[in-house]
């Protein structure tokens, strides 16, 4: 299931958080989406994932999301497609998605793949607050 597939959800939903796998804060424009599952390796993660950053995504408008990834450790391809999957959702909606804070390894896995040519990828949360 895409992101962007059918969902409604309250416009405050963001800030009343029924998520388990994130939490979310409000910004200004926008909102800071820290993930707190280390591992994004298998469907189970992902689908729980894709579901709780699209009520995020639906909530924010304009729908600017940033996506603290300091806590994650280990990104499979499932992740990969998560992530794109965020990005489709957020600029659909005429928002943007910047990734903040990923681990060394993780940086290298989006250059890998070319996750950096999509996403603007910043040191921390602050960096790309300010990218907006």
């Known amino acids: 299931m895409s992101l ?42 992902t689908d729980a994932l894709r579901h709780e950053v699209a009520a995020a995504i639906a909530a924010a408008t304009p729908p600017n999301i940033i996506i603290d990834l300091s806590g994650v450790q280990l990104v499979s391809s ?32 989006m250059r890998m793949v070319g996750l950096d040519t999509i996403f603007s990828i910043h040191d921390d949360v602050a960096a790309a607050a300010a990218a907006f």
Do not use: W
Not at 14 to 42: A, F, K, Q
Not at 79 to 108: E, N, S
């Open 78 to 109: 499932a992740g990969i497609a998560f992530f794109r999957d965020i990005y489709r959702a957020a600029t659909a909606r005429k928002g943007q998605a910047v990734l903040a804070g990923p681990q060394t390894d993780i940086r290298k896995l």
């Open 4 to 45: 962007s597939e059918g969902n409604t959800f309250s416009p405050c939903c963001y800030r009343m958080p029924p998520y388990t796998h994130l939490s979310v804060e409000p910004l200004g424009n926008g909102c800071i989406i820290r993930l707190g599952v280390p591992r994004i390796v298998d469907d189970p993660v």
